[in-house]
RNA sequence: CGGGGUGUAGCGCAGCUCGGUAGCGCACGUGCUUUGGGAGCAUGGGGUCGCAGGUUCGAAUCCUGUCACCCCGACCA
């Protein structure tokens, strides 16, 4: 092969992302072996390595979740019909993807059973029995399921009939205190994508149009995708006294009344994983953020037929692994090294580590990092710590990457035009009215929808509102979303 | 749910117009030679042509229905 062949090799099997986003995303994930498509309408099949990427999300979030002072818990996937309709504003909202159990074994079912396409009915009802006392507030728990929602069009990692996600749902005594929990798992949220996903977001409030279904108030985490659509990557929820009105959820208050609890619930799902490869992904493949690679570093010993090198290897992983760090060692002797060059760095592994004679004779091991495809050269000799600090380099780098990216394609809008203009490949940031007539003009005009108001609200772009020439209130992102 | 497209070996495809009993490349098995950026030669194995009906002496090919997936919209994490 010459030169020029060469270069294309790498592109062989994924169709560039310039060419079609869409596609590139489809040939990544199912190339680089994270998921399959399932024999059932809209479902997938998670392969290893695509589920130990959500187990490492689940550990670092857990961690998270425990040391913000909430437990976990399990409750059922079905919920009974009159029970999901005791909120109208929820019903409405769900009831169109909502699938239904009619039969049980040969029974049909006096009343349909609901798949959970998310479970504040199913809480509240139970948070209605567990509250007595203002001692049994607040009440925090969560917990790790997978939900359905009967999509018109799915894809893989974004749109799933089912998926998997965690629910945090909790009660309160006050408002203040409501309030203060659905911020602080916001806050969580863009903590942990920015220093485990090395993905920048865009935090803030929801317009009445997108919040939740029941909510009083809806805040989100947005992400910016390559093509510079919006992906949603996280919710949470302030219900107020919503819910716990139509589930009559009641505490006997200090000064003995009977008060109505204040709610909340948050999630995030495996759509993180998309937000990552879409994030991230380049022409090569994957490039995974080193906290949630399955694989942070890969040994590939070459001339592995020669005196030494295998035994080497082999000391090296078990060295690496005995350090902690996530170490493979592909010594299949099958394929050749360039293959394993290519494959390795399609599925994202973000450390390459080759070993072979002329290493081994110098004491040094040649390696090359995912993120900027640099090859340096590190000594054997405390390789494990050198290591761990080339892993943390790489998340940083990833994270800064993204960034510049986001801040690249964030637009500023003062008219219509403008504004039509920066949705085409980025977010628009503009002045806004507050009023419904405006987001539904624009999604028409331009396909674009409201994505979150940030909390800093000083720097409004415009006094009048970008679409109808009103006294403008706040400053709203907008963008094409996923 | 609308508009467009695709289902033939694990993957990518040809064959279908004009019906005659299935082929190519990669991958896979075996052997030898290779091995620092997708190796070579030889030799093997593998498919009720998405599914169900229909037409026919005969269907991958024609007809009807159905399912799934992909792309573009509308709806949603």
Same mark, same amino acid.
């Given at each position: 092969?010459?030169?020029?062949?060469k270069?294309?090799?790498?592109?062989?099997?994924?169709?560039?992302?310039d060419?079609?986003?869409s596609?590139?995303?489809t040939?990544? %994930?199912?190339k680089?072996?994270?998921v399959?498509?399932?024999p059932?309408?809209g479902?997938?099949?998670?392969k290893?390595?695509g589920y130990? %990427?959500w187990?490492?999300?689940?550990?670092?979030?857990?961690?998270r979740?425990?040391?913000t002072?909430?437990?976990?818990v399990?409750?059922p996937?079905?919920i009974?019909?009159?029970l999901?309709?005791?909120?109208?504003?929820?019903?409405e909202?769900?009831?169109?993807?909502?699938?239904?159990?009619?039969?049980?074994?040969?029974?049909?079912?006096?009343?349909?059973l609901? %798949?959970?396409?998310?479970?504040?009915t199913?809480?509240?009802?139970?948070?209605?029995?567990?509250?007595?006392s203002?001692r049994?507030?607040?009440?925090?728990y969560n917990q790790w399921?997978?939900?359905?929602?009967?999509?018109?069009?799915t894809?893989?990692?974004?749109?799933?009939?089912e998926f998997?996600?965690?629910e945090?749902?909790t009660?309160?005594?006050?408002?203040e205190?409501?309030?203060?929990?659905?911020?602080?798992?916001?806050?969580?949220?863009?903590e942990?994508?920015?220093?485990?996903?090395?993905?920048?977001?865009?935090v803030?409030r929801?317009?009445?149009?997108e919040k939740?279904a029941?909510?009083?108030?809806?805040?989100?985490?947005?992400?910016m995708?390559?093509d510079?659509?919006?992906?949603q990557?996280?919710?949470?929820h302030?219900?107020?006294?919503n819910?716990?009105?139509?589930?009559n959820?009641?505490?006997l208050?200090k000064?003995?009344?009977?008060?109505?609890?204040?709610e909340?619930?948050?999630?995030t799902?495996?759509r993180?994983?998309g937000?990552? %490869?879409?994030?991230?992904g380049d022409e090569?493949g994957l490039?995974?953020?080193?906290?949630?690679?399955?694989?942070?570093?890969v040994i590939l010993p070459?001339?592995?037929?020669?005196?030494g090198?295998?035994?080497?290897?082999?000391e090296l992983?078990?060295?690496?692994k005995g350090a902690?760090?996530r170490v493979?060692?592909?010594?299949?002797?099958?394929v050749s090294a360039g293959?394993k060059f290519?494959?390795?760095?399609?599925?994202g592994?973000p450390?390459?580590?080759e070993?072979?004679?002329?290493?081994?004779?110098?004491g040094?091991?040649?390696?090359?990092r995912?993120?900027t495809?640099?090859?340096i050269?590190?000594?054997?000799?405390?390789?494990?710590?050198a290591?761990?600090?080339?892993?943390?380099d790489i998340g940083?780098?990833?994270?800064e990457?993204a960034?510049?990216?986001k801040?690249a394609?964030t637009?500023v809008?003062?008219d219509?035009?403008?504004?039509?203009?920066?949705v085409?490949?980025?977010f628009?940031k503009a002045a806004?009215?507050?009023?419904?007539?405006c987001?539904?003009?624009?999604?028409?005009?331009?396909n674009?929808s409201?994505?979150n108001?940030?909390?800093?609200?000083?720097?409004?772009?415009?006094?009048?509102c970008?679409?109808c020439?009103?006294?403008?209130?706040h400053?709203?992102y907008?963008a094409?979303a996923?």
């Open positions: 092969m010459g030169k020029k062949e270069e294309q090799a790498f592109v062989e099997h994924i169709t560039p992302r060419v079609d986003f596609q590139w995303y040939d990544v %994930i199912l680089t072996d994270l399959d498509y399932a059932v309408r479902c997938m099949v998670i290893p390595y130990g %990427i187990e490492l999300i689940q550990q670092e979030m857990d961690g979740f425990k040391a002072g909430h437990k976990n399990y409750f996937m079905l009974p019909e009159s999901l309709l005791k909120e109208a504003e929820h019903v909202g769900f009831a169109p993807e909502v699938a239904w159990v009619t039969q049980g074994g040969t029974e049909t079912l006096t009343e349909r609901a %798949i959970r396409p998310t479970s504040e199913l809480f509240c009802s139970m948070y209605a029995k567990w509250v007595q203002w049994d507030l607040p009440m925090k399921c997978s939900v359905m929602r009967w999509e018109k069009s894809r893989p990692f974004l749109r799933t009939s998997l996600w965690q945090g749902h009660v309160h005594a006050t408002a205190e409501a309030q203060e929990e659905t911020l602080q798992m916001l806050d969580v949220y863009r942990f994508s920015e220093n485990v996903l090395c993905i920048p977001v865009f803030g929801k317009s009445d149009k939740f029941g909510a009083r108030a809806t805040y989100s985490m947005e992400a995708m390559q510079g659509k919006a992906l990557a996280g919710t949470s302030n219900f107020g006294t819910f716990a009105e139509a589930y959820i009641q505490y208050s000064d003995g009344v009977l008060t109505y609890v204040h909340t619930s948050w999630g799902s495996t993180m994983i937000a990552v %490869i879409m994030t991230h090569r490039r995974l953020p080193p906290k949630i690679a399955p694989i942070q570093a070459i001339a592995a037929h020669k005196p090198v295998t035994e080497k290897a082999q992983f078990e060295s690496l902690g760090i493979e060692l592909d010594d299949r002797d099958t293959w290519n494959e390795w760095e399609m599925k592994v450390v390459r580590l070993l072979g004679p002329r290493d081994i004779e110098n040094v091991v040649t390696c090359m995912r993120d495809l640099e090859k050269t590190l000594p054997l000799e405390g390789l494990a710590g290591l761990k600090n080339l892993l943390g940083r780098t990833l994270y990457q960034k510049a990216f801040e394609r637009y809008a003062h219509m035009d403008e504004l039509t203009k920066g085409q490949d980025g628009v806004w009215c507050g009023e419904r007539a987001e539904d003009q624009i999604k028409e005009k331009t674009a409201s994505r108001m940030p909390f800093d609200q000083s720097d409004l772009p415009s006094d009048v970008v679409c020439g009103k006294p403008a209130k400053i709203m907008f094409k996923y």
